[in-house]
């Protein structure tokens, strides 16, 4: 079982910069791809953007690139999504999710609460 703890969201004016971490409690986080996901209200969640187990592969959704970026730091178990030049349309809740696989397509078993992000015009 994998726990997630989000932090890093808030409000803040378009074109603002925030990070959001995801905080993972388990040992082997390494062994996890992670993933960020979006839901605003009234719409579907939004695949935002992913990363691998070791990092070396990422995957970030055209409606956010190139303003966001993920990463990770497996000696701290937690993975990041820097948002950079954002927009209102931005505005959402951001939950990152797990899955036990290495590359970050499939399907992800491990969600935490949800961080919510609010850009103002």
């Known amino acids: 079982q994998v726990q997630l703890v989000e932090s890093g969201g808030g409000l803040v004016q378009a074109g603002g910069s925030l990070r959001l971490s995801c905080a993972a409690s388990?040992?082997?986080?390494?062994?996890?791809?992670m993933g960020w996901f979006r839901q605003a209200p009234g719409k579907e969640r939004e695949f935002v953007a992913a990363?691998?187990?070791?990092?070396?592969?990422?995957y970030v959704a055209a409606s956010v690139k190139p303003r966001f970026t993920i990463s990770r730091d497996n000696a701290k178990a937690t993975v990041y999504l820097q948002m950079n030049r954002l927009k209102p349309e931005d505005t959402a809740v951001y939950y990152c999710g797990a899955r036990d696989g290495k590359t970050w397509r499939g399907l992800y078993e491990y969600w935490g609460q949800g961080t919510q992000v609010t850009v103002s015009a």
């Open positions: 990363i691998s187990s070791s990092g070396d592969s990422t």
């Open positions: 388990r040992r082997t986080f390494a062994s996890n791809a």
